[in-house]
């Protein structure tokens, strides 16, 4: 009903030409394969949630993450790692994760710390600005936890801007899922960079829809290992720069 409401007002305003046009562009654009693998992936993440109890899936706009406005005006929307994404970027890693902290700059509602909890990373961090969305994300870690049986000690999400957290000094896998502007990121690649000059060690940067790559292909200290195209997104994988550790 609703949609021959639709299709009549369609084509009271627009002509019956005009219409047909539109429905046919729909109709293409929905059997576009990135389309349907976007809502795949919608109902997957939908279906991980239920399964689990957790609350990881959808979107939220900066305007309602109730954070200050100048952080806010340097930070992106929340939305999360695509499931069958997180599989592919740690393949792609090819790395012995257990000699490796794993930290999401930017953790949200936490699925990727859920996520990389399935993996053998010695412990994985989580750094979410706005305390809502983190709150979200504890609840989510300890749920999980519960659900699978896992010690939930090593998985934490910690609510603080991405600029004052100290990094660990371990050998660290670092994730970013665009999180944030071109001002935050160059402070928190400095602070990078920083760390890894007081304590030389192995890192990797995964950068998900990385509209800032410039920055870190500029910084000198990474060196581009591989661009890989997920058909949901582009992500690039760069390391420090192997003669930095000689
Ligand atoms: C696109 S979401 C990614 C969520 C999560 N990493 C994932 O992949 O599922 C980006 C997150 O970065 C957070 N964020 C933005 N600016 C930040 C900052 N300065 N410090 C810490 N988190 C920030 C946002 O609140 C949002 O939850």
Not at 3 to 28: C, E, H, M, P, Q
Not at 70 to 84: E, K, R
Request: glycine residues 4%; aromatic residues 10%.
């Amino acid at each position: 009903m609703k949609f021959i409401r639709k299709l009549t007002r369609s084509v009271k305003d627009v002509g019956l030409g005009a219409t047909l046009r539109k429905i046919l562009n729909r109709l293409v654009f929905e059997l576009k394969p990135s389309f349907q693998a976007h809502r795949i992936e919608k109902i997957r993440g939908r279906r991980f949630d239920r399964k689990y109890g957790i609350d990881t899936q959808g979107v939220i706009d900066v305007s309602e993450m109730n954070i200050p406005r100048d952080a806010a005006s340097h930070s992106c929307y929340y939305g999360p790692t695509p499931m069958t994404l997180f599989a592919d970027i740690v393949l792609n890693l090819s790395i012995n994760d257990k000699e490796f902290v794993f930290l999401d700059y930017g953790s949200g509602k936490g699925r990727t710390l859920l996520l990389a909890s399935n993996y053998r990373f010695q412990k994985i961090i989580g750094i979410e600005l706005a305390p809502r969305i983190n709150e979200t994300a504890c609840k989510n870690i300890d749920i999980y936890c519960k659900q699978v049986g896992r010690d939930s000690s090593e998985i934490v999400s910690i609510c603080a801007n991405a600029t004052d957290f100290p990094l660990p000094t371990e050998n660290l896998v670092i994730y970013f899922y665009n999180p944030f502007d071109e001002v935050i990121m160059r402070q928190v690649l400095s602070n990078i960079e920083k760390s890894f000059v007081e304590a030389p060690r192995m890192m990797y940067i995964v950068y998900v829809n990385p509209i800032h790559r410039k920055l870190v292909e500029d910084s000198g200290s990474f060196e581009l290992l591989k661009r890989c195209q997920n058909i949901l997104v582009e992500y690039f994988i760069f390391r420090i720069r192997p003669s930095l550790l000689e």
